[in-house]
């Protein structure tokens, strides 16, 4: 699990790198520096999402993980989450938890948080995570001067995400054929798509209670693939 290991360090680095830079910048730097890396989580959301293996798999997801979602109160949840994280940890801005989710949907929807974590299983080597942790250490610099401390905070769910499916692949590697992954990549980019927007303050919606998409798009493209 080293690939996941370095992947998780060079978010928690690149985003305190992000953070300290952002006390040199002016307001207005940091809002444009913002609503620009809103467009790129749009682009990527878009270009994730026109890879889909099955429409109607991404179509499904998204419906029956938002009507999850709303029927967990997730959105609500996180929120409490979040509001005794704040009282905990004094440094914690308004932009916490919009850092933590952007950062975790950016480093953990594309495919190489996918492949790479299964290569890494299956016992091909880690340098599909490598050139990942280079790529997100990147972004994270610039996510850190605009969203704060949560983009640091992102590393834990990623390492969780990214050593359970390395875990998995170890004995299911057999599971994860390329489809899923598409599938799987394409309900992120439509989450991400929703963030983008969100940032750029085109729209205000509630993301969280989107999240289980994600569950459900492994279990439907799965049924699609195998079994329809």
Do not use: W
Request: aromatic share 10%; net charge neutral.
């Amino acid at each position: 699990m080293i690939g996941t290991i370095i992947n998780a360090a060079a978010i928690v680095v690149g985003g305190t790198i992000g953070i300290l830079f952002k006390k040199r910048l002016s307001e207005k730097t940091i809002e444009i520096a913002f609503q620009g890396l809103g467009l790129i989580t749009l682009g990527i959301g878009i270009s994730l999402f026109i890879k889909s293996h099955s429409l109607v798999v991404v179509v499904l997801s998204i419906l029956a993980g938002s009507i999850s979602g709303v029927l967990l109160n997730l959105n609500q949840r996180i929120e409490n989450a979040f509001a005794k994280l704040k009282k905990r940890f004094t440094a914690v801005g308004e932009n916490f938890g919009d850092g933590l989710i952007t950062a975790f949907l950016l480093f953990c929807m594309g495919a190489l948080a996918i492949l790479g974590p299964i290569e890494e299983g299956v016992g091909k080597g880690s340098q599909l995570l490598f050139t990942k942790a280079t790529i997100d250490g990147f972004a994270a610099i610039a996510l850190g001067s605009a969203l704060g401390l949560g983009v640091l905070f992102s590393s834990i769910p990623l390492f969780i995400y990214q050593g359970s499916i390395t875990v998995l692949a170890i004995y299911l590697g057999y599971f994860f054929d390329m489809a899923i992954i598409d599938d799987l990549s394409a309900t992120g980019g439509v989450l991400l798509m929703g963030i983008g927007l969100n940032m750029i303050k085109v729209t205000k919606i509630e993301i969280s209670n989107m999240l289980p998409s994600i569950l459900f798009a492994i279990v439907f493209s799965y049924i699609y693939i195998h079994i329809m």
